[in-house]
């Protein structure tokens, strides 16, 4: 299954706007997804849980049952997951981002988020005049 970088994103985005202390919880994220477009199928929306997991951005997980996704937990996120998080939030740098990384036909999110940190380095300096 590919990893979808835009569904990273709205993942991430909603753990980080969910007030629940223990961790967003699969309704609110469900909710979420729909809400900003970003909702794909449950199978979908667990894979990117269980990689973001993997990658150490989210503490959830997802428990499964006869190869289908019983329960999404997508929890908190991470020290990681929030440097991550920081480089993409930006909808600018996001767009600016995509644009770059449409020239791949793949990319890990660690390149992700180093094209993202090009992208902000430079608006900084264009914003200061330097470019």
């Known amino acids: 299954m590919k990893l979808d970088h835009d569904l ?11 007030e629940n202390i223990v961790g967003i919880n699969e309704n609110e994220l469900l909710d979420y997804l729909k809400k900003h477009g970003s909702y794909n199928d449950r199978n979908s929306i667990a894979y990117t849980v269980s990689k973001l997991k993997e990658a150490n951005f989210i503490t959830g997980n997802v428990q499964w049952a006869n190869d289908s996704p019983a329960l ?4 908190n996120l991470t ?8 480089n993409i939030r930006d909808d600018k740098v996001w767009k600016d981002t995509k644009t770059i990384l449409s020239r791949f036909s793949s990319v890990s999110l660690s390149f992700v988020s180093s094209v993202a940190s090009n992208v902000i380095s430079q608006l900084i300096q264009k914003q200061l005049g330097f470019n």
């Open 8 to 18: 990273v994103r709205c993942v991430l985005l909603a753990i980080e706007e969910s």
């Open 72 to 75: 999404i937990m997508a929890g």
């Open 79 to 86: 020290y990681e997951g929030h440097k991550f998080l920081d």
